[in-house]
Structure formats: structure tokens, C-alpha cells
């Protein structure tokens, strides 16, 4: 099914996406769904702008070049890949030249602060990136954690029914996989060297809510909103199910648990 064969007389548009049918562009897209699809391309945006400036900060705290390296790529392949969803909403009347300047990207609450997962502040960054990091092991073990949920969480979009939206997030999936792979190098040589094992374990149990939090609530009117215009497909319970078994399946053999 493509945009070009909803008419008047088609299925309504909410049947035609929830169906699988795709919109190809912005004046084909309802009142209602625009809205719904610009929160989604926010959220990304904004958490990947503050993760990105989040991380930044680390790049120093990295042991050793190769891990400096590493930390510099993830950063700026994160702020390409707000740039890549920016130009989807550039289509839809975005500021775009103008978007990364007007909120604190790493800007962050004390550690102790728990916000569950509401929004704080002006911008629509998910709640894990209002969280600071207490140095490269607790760094390190939050890029595992969020990197396997955000691949996850992109697999699922990757499906949704704006085939622009749905293409962008597709091209970025491979270097969020790979965000991911070297997370979970990182920690493999803090285990291996026989340092901040315990630091680890603790920053594991530190970020598991915190990430879990990202999947959204378990009756959540969001995913049905979503779910009714194809964005989403996969209630958040039987994703946050996956990522949980997919990072305990990863952390065992390092003698780590979640």
C-alpha cells in the first residue's frame, strides 16, 4: 500500500496506516498525525543531541587514544544522525539551522534526582539524558545499556508508516548498532584489565531503571496513539522484555548482571 491510493472514497486514513500503509509526504500527512509524527522525530532529535553533548564531555576520561577515538566518533555520528531526523522535519517547517542552539544539550540534574519518565525541561530529550555520568566505567556501561535499547527502539520505528522518517532511521540503525558493539568492547576490557569491576556493577544497577524507563509505561495512551497511525507496532512491554533478556544475555558472560 502506498500513499497515492488513499481517496475519499479509501479506507480511513487511521485504518489505511494502522494496516501498514505509508505516507511519502508532509501535505499528505492529517492534522493529528503530523503532530504525533514531528513528537516522535523530537524525541529523537533531542536525545540525541543530549546524549551526544553528554558524552562529549568523557571523550578526555577515555584510557588511552583508541578509546578517545571511539568516544569522538559516537559523539559526532550522534549529532549526524539529529542532523539526518532534521531534515525530515525541515519538510514539516523545522527551524533546522537554528535547532541546536536554542536549549543546554548537556546540561544535566544531580544524580540523585529521579524523574521517571517525564520530560523536564524545554526540549523533548528522553529522561535517561537528564542524568550525568561519574566517569568513564559509569559512561561506558550507559552506552551499552541505551545503545542496545536504541537499537531496538529503531528497529521498531524503522516500520513506521512516514516512508521518509522510516528510510532515515534505517540508514542511521547500522552505526547505532555499532554505538552499541563498542560500548560493550569498552566494558570487556574493564572486566578483562581487572579494574572498576565493582564500579560496573554498580553503575549497571544505576542505569537499568533509568534505560528501562525509555520504553515508556505499560498501558501507555502514547503507543496507542502510535500504534492507531502506524508509527509503532510493538506494545513497550514486549520491547523492554526483549532488551532485557538481550543485555543480561551480554553482561553473563562478563561476569556482570542485570
Not at 62 to 83: D, L, Q, S, V, W
Not at 104 to 130: C, Q, T
Not at 182 to 191: D, P, T
Not at 217 to 238: C, H, I, M, Y
Amino acid at each position: 500500500m502506498t500513499s497515492d491510493s488513499v481517496s475519499d472514497d479509501a479506507m480511513p486514513i487511521d485504518d489505511y496506516l494502522a494496516e501498514g500503509g505509508k505516507l511519502s509526504a508532509p501535505e499528505n500527512a492529517p492534522a493529528r498525525y503530523r503532530a504525533e509524527l514531528l513528537r516522535l522525530m523530537a524525541t529523537f532529535v533531542d536525545s540525541e543531541m543530549a546524549g551526544a553533548s553528554g558524552f562529549a564531555d568523557m571523550i578526555n576520561a577515555a584510557p588511552g587514544i583508541e578509546a578517545r577515538i571511539a568516544a569522538a566518533k559516537i559523539t559526532a555520528e550522534k549529532f549526524a544522525h539529529a542532523r539526518r531526523i532534521l531534515t525530515v522535519m525541515g519538510d514539516f517547517g523545522a527551524d533546522v539551522a537554528r535547532y541546536a542552539e536554542h536549549l543546554p544539550w548537556a546540561e544535566r540534574l544531580p544524580r540523585d534526582a529521579d524523574v521517571g519518565a517525564k520530560r523536564h525541561g524545554g526540549d523533548m530529550r528522553l529522561s535517561v539524558f537528564h542524568y550525568p555520568f561519574t566517569g568513564w566505567v559509569d559512561a561506558v556501561v550507559m552506552n551499552v545499556l541505551m545503545g542496545r535499547a536504541t537499537v531496538i527502539q529503531l528497529t521498531e520505528a524503522a516500520d513506521g508508516s512516514y516512508q521518509p522518517l522510516a528510510d532515515a532511521f534505517l540508514e542511521i540503525l547500522p552505526a547505532e548498532v555499532r554505538h552499541a558493539e563498542l560500548g560493550e568492547e569498552g566494558l570487556k576490557r574493564v572486566v578483562e584489565a581487572g579494574k572498576a569491576v565493582t564500579t560496573a556493577q554498580a553503575s549497571i544497577g544505576y542505569w537499568m531503571p533509568r534505560v528501562a524507563a525509555t520504553f515508556g509505561g505499560v498501558d501507555s495512551g502514547r503507543f496507542r496513539q502510535w500504534k492507531r497511525f502506524g508509527l509503532r507496532r510493538t506494545p513497550n512491554a514486549e520491547l523492554l522484555a526483549q532488551w532485557q533478556a538481550d543485555v543480561r544475555g551480554r553482561l553473563k558472560p562478563l561476569g556482570l548482571s542485570a
